[in-house]
């Protein structure tokens, strides 16, 4: 079955500093998302990728934040200058609506800003 | 704004017995999900429910969906350990225009006791 490959898996970093989160989503998939989940709650949209570029963004996601998808294939998250309130887990997802299996999530990477 | 609440948030269960987690929605959703987590791990899908009266069932697990009362519930049958776990629910808003993005309820932290 395919999957979602994210790396790193634990990313720690010094606040202030920037880090760059990457995910090779399915490939033949339409719709790319990151999401995060902070530590013992929900998971939250972060923004999606559609046609080469953001579809939707949450307030979540301000000028810090940025996503690119350089080659067709490794989708990234980019967090110019981290805060401590970035700790969180990042998925990484992807989907083709026209399937009617569900998305398919990546197993994650911790940040952890110190 | 789409709204997803479950309850309850917090579940423990002795081993055998039966119970349903709830998961409402606020608004006209085109696709409701399942989703398993064990701690520090990613999403697991465990369905996809996709019209009103959708019953699907993998071993003890059996997801339904009522969209006229924006409800669907997720029945456990004779609970064992194994299904220790947080369990989500998760809504698209309608329609290609909401980018097919997640809305997901706070989780509910099953605990099934010997």
């Known amino acids: 079955e395919p999957e979602v490959t994210q790396t790193p898996s634990h990313q720690v970093t010094q606040m202030g500093q920037e880090v760059i989160l990457r995910c090779v989503p399915i490939?033949?998939?339409?719709?790319f998302y990151w999401y995060r989940q902070i530590l013992g709650q929900k998971v939250e949209f972060l923004v999606s990728f559609y046609n080469n570029e953001i579809s939707e963004k949450s307030e979540i996601f301000d000028d810090q934040f940025s996503v690119e998808r350089p080659d067709g294939s490794n989708f990234t998250l980019k967090i110019r200058s981290t805060k401590l309130e970035d700790s969180a887990m990042y998925f990484c997802a992807s989907i083709d609506p026209r399937e009617n299996y569900g998305y398919t999530f990546g197993s994650g990477t911790r940040l952890t800003v110190v | 704004e789409l709204k997803v609440e479950q309850n309850p948030l917090f579940l423990s269960m002795q081993e055998g017995k039966n119970y349903t987690i709830y998961c409402n929605y606020s608004t006209t959703s085109d696709r409701l999900y399942w989703y398993r987590q064990d701690p520090g791990k990613s999403l697991e899908s465990l369905f996809v429910l996709l019209s009103n009266g959708a019953v699907k069932q993998e071993g003890r697990l059996m997801a339904s969906l009522d969209t006229k009362a924006r409800l669907s519930t997720l029945h456990i049958t004779a609970a064992v350990h194994d299904l220790s776990a947080t369990y989500f629910c998760a809504v698209t808003s309608m329609g290609g225009g909401s980018n097919y993005k997640l809305t997901f309820g706070k989780g509910t932290l099953l605990t099934v006791n010997p």
């Open positions: 490939s033949n998939h339409l719709y």
